[in-house]
């Protein structure tokens, strides 16, 4: 009898390590990894990731991440400062990191009306340059970048926020001097100095339906031309609560997938109160910190880390769906520490908005995340 008990419980000691074995096996424990045959799972990355000094972020980014985008050092005022200096240094190493650790790379962004220079728009005088003299900039930036970092860099954000939000397109210097087909000039040049990267049109909002059809106007009224666009890329700055409602950014995505292929470029998911009624009508000023904008300074209480993790599921069970449209989802960062929504709209809070504390630890949504492609 006694003979029989042990039988028993070494069969059931082997079933049980062999369902353990099994389960570690086909539960991944990397974002890459639990996404590998639905896309790219992204991180925005700054300087310190890249040049060696962030040890805390560095082995995340590896072991998660197989797609990057600077958060900063390609934007107009890092790389070209002034008229006649490049400053290479920040974004050779960006491409080098990707390129050691065999990842698909961004260029974030070309040409914007933010964080680009005023001398960029004015002759050596001051005044506005004409039509002619900034296409000739603008043709000479994209074109000395594209092909420093040709065959390298895989992705560009090409054009960057040129809409309103009713899908009109913004009055930016851009679009003053040059006129609407400074968007498809871009394309042109940037397709001109590396024929194999994927070029997008990147906005923020653009689960706004008029917004989107702005999109789907221009991208698709450039495409027609016959100059070539890959598709569009969809910020993603979120805010816990449904906010956006998954359904307009689905909707969004099905317009998007007509023309080419779809990005998520910029996700975070905002936990903290809406600061927006604080603050004045030029939204580049930021609101007045004050406690109620900034209740979790010691932690996020479970109810609010719930709903984070409802979010991302919401979004992520989207994007999932439409995987074949879809050959990204990046995030704005890798830990909440790093996160530009510590910041913005309001200077000096503690947000949450991303996978990874501040520690560096996986956050709950980050394990949920890579626990639902092997529900489906
Ligand atoms: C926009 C830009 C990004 C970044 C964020 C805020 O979404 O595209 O480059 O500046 O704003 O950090």
């Not at 789907?216 to 009224?221: A, E, G, N, W």
């Not at 809070?349 to 092997?374: C, H, I, Q, W």
Request: some cysteine; overall charge negative; hydrophobic content about 35%.
């Amino acid at each position: 009898m006694k003979k029989k008990i042990n039988g028993f419980y070494a069969i059931a000691a082997l079933l049980m390590v062999t369902m353990a074995c099994q389960k570690s096996t086909t539960e991944p424990v990397t974002l890459q990894e639990a996404y590998k045959d639905y896309f790219y799972i992204g991180a925005a990355l700054n300087t310190s990731q890249y040049n060696g000094t962030d040890q805390r972020g560095i082995p995340i980014v590896e072991k998660h991440f197989n797609s990057i985008t600077p958060e900063n050092d390609l934007k107009w005022e890092k790389i070209h400062p002034q008229s006649d200096v490049f400053n290479f240094e920040q974004a050779d190493q960006f491409v080098e990191f990707g390129e050691k650790n065999d990842m698909f790379i961004i260029g974030h962004t070309l040409v914007w009306h933010s964080q680009t220079p005023n001398w960029v728009f004015e002759d050596e005088n001051g005044n506005p340059l004409t039509r002619d003299a900034l296409l000739a900039r603008m043709k000479d930036h994209i074109t000395t970048i594209v092909t420093r970092y040709k065959g390298r860099i895989n992705g560009w954000d090409v054009v960057n926020e040129a809409l309103n939000e009713d899908g009109s397109m913004r009055e930016s210097k851009w679009y003053n001097i040059i006129g609407p087909d400074f968007v498809e000039k871009a394309f042109e040049y940037a397709h001109a100095a590396d024929p194999d990267a994927e070029l997008y049109y990147n906005d923020y909002n653009l689960y706004n339906a008029a917004k989107a059809d702005g999109a789907v106007r221009l991208v698709k009224s450039i495409q027609e031309k016959g100059i070539h666009v890959t598709g569009i890329g969809m910020q993603g700055h979120y805010s816990i609560n449904g906010n956006p409602k998954p359904e307009d950014v689905e909707a969004s995505i099905i317009k998007f997938g007509e023309l080419g292929v779809v990005a998520v470029t910029e996700l975070d998911i905002d936990v903290l109160p809406p600061a927006f009624e604080y603050m004045g009508a030029d939204i580049s000023m930021r609101a007045e910190l004050r406690d109620e904008l900034n209740p979790y300074t010691e932690g996020m209480p479970d109810s609010i880390k719930q709903a984070q993790i409802d979010s991302f599921v919401d979004y992520f069970n989207i994007y999932l769906k439409h995987s074949d449209k879809i050959n990204r989802v990046t995030t704005w960062g890798v830990t909440d520490g790093d996160s530009w929504k510590n910041g913005w709209p309001v200077s000096g809070r503690t947000n949450y908005a991303l996978l990874f504390d501040r520690e560096g630890k996986e956050k709950e949504v980050a394990k949920e995340l890579m626990k639902l492609p092997s529900k489906k």
